[in-house]
T-cell receptor
Framework: AQKITQTQPGMFVQEKEAVTLDCTYDTSDPSYGLFWYKQPSSGEMIFLIY??????QNATEGRYSLNFQKARKSANLVISASQLGDSAMYFC????????????FGSGTRLLVRP | DAGVIQSPRHEVTEMGQEVTLRCKPI?????LFWYRQTMMRGLELLIYFNNNVPIDDSGMPEDRFSAKMPNASFSTLKIQPSEPRDSAVYFC?????????????FGQGTRLTVV
């Protein structure tokens, strides 16, 4: 069975500094996709970044990068130059690369950016 | 594109009443998902459709829950009768395999309160 674990319920970071949000996963499937979503206080789920299990390079999207360590089964999100607007819940998710496209989510990490 | 549209945004109803949540997926997306988010259980997949056909409803908690997708641009999630423990945020999401990444695009959610 697939499982996503986010061990940091809450984190603080100073504005303009970088922060790493941890995510580990468990799957026996050789092919899978890893996603990060942001949920601000307004409630919507915003897609941030994607990493495929066979991708050789770590994914990057602007200030977001994904530190993918396949052997350790970790997919940590790195946010560089934090901004006050980055304060939100962050969810790591995974899906098998089969036809189901179902996402399984972790419990989330609440990030608070301090001015 | 307007994104995934859900209605209503907020719903307050009395225990025992029927509740219908609505979703319009992104045009061209052939997968539609219904998720439920609670503090206790996080984000759970309830059911998903492919080309308007329900594929996996194993996440539907009870027979009180039902979902339909009569056409490619509309889906409903119905709870009858509703109970206080159904109070949650219900998200609809859609995706397509065309991009290869298949990130799910979420609606704004419906916050349901059953009193």
């Amino acid at each position: 069975a697939q499982k996503i674990t986010q061990t940091q319920p809450g984190m603080f970071v100073q504005e303009k500094e970088a922060v790493t949000l941890d995510c580990t996963y468990d799957t026996s499937d050789p092919s899978y996709g890893l996603f990060w979503y942001k949920q601000p206080s307004s409630g919507e789920m915003i897609f941030l970044i994607y990493q495929g299990s066979y991708d050789q390079q770590n994914a990057t999207e602007g200030r977001y990068s994904l530190n993918f360590q396949k052997a350790r089964k970790s997919a940590n999100l790195v946010i560089s130059a934090s901004q006050l607007g980055d304060s939100a819940m962050y969810f790591c998710a995974m899906r098998r690369m089969d036809s189901s496209y179902k996402l399984i989510f972790g419990s989330g990490t609440r990030l608070l950016v301090r001015p | 594109d307007a994104g995934v549209i859900q209605s209503p945004r907020h719903e307050v109803t009395e225990m025992g009443q029927e509740v219908t949540l609505r979703c319009k997926p992104i045009s061209g997306h052939d997968y539609l998902f219904w998720y439920r988010q609670t503090m206790m259980r996080g984000l759970e997949l309830l059911i998903y459709f492919n080309n308007n056909v329900p594929i996996d409803d194993s996440g539907m908690p009870e027979d009180r829950f039902s979902a339909k997708m009569p056409n490619a641009s509309f889906s409903t999630l119905k709870i009858q009768p509703s109970e206080p423990r159904d109070s949650a945020v219900y998200f609809c999401a859609s995706t397509t395999p065309i991009t290869g990444r298949t990130e799910a695009f979420f609606g704004q959610g419906t916050r349901l309160t059953v009193v």
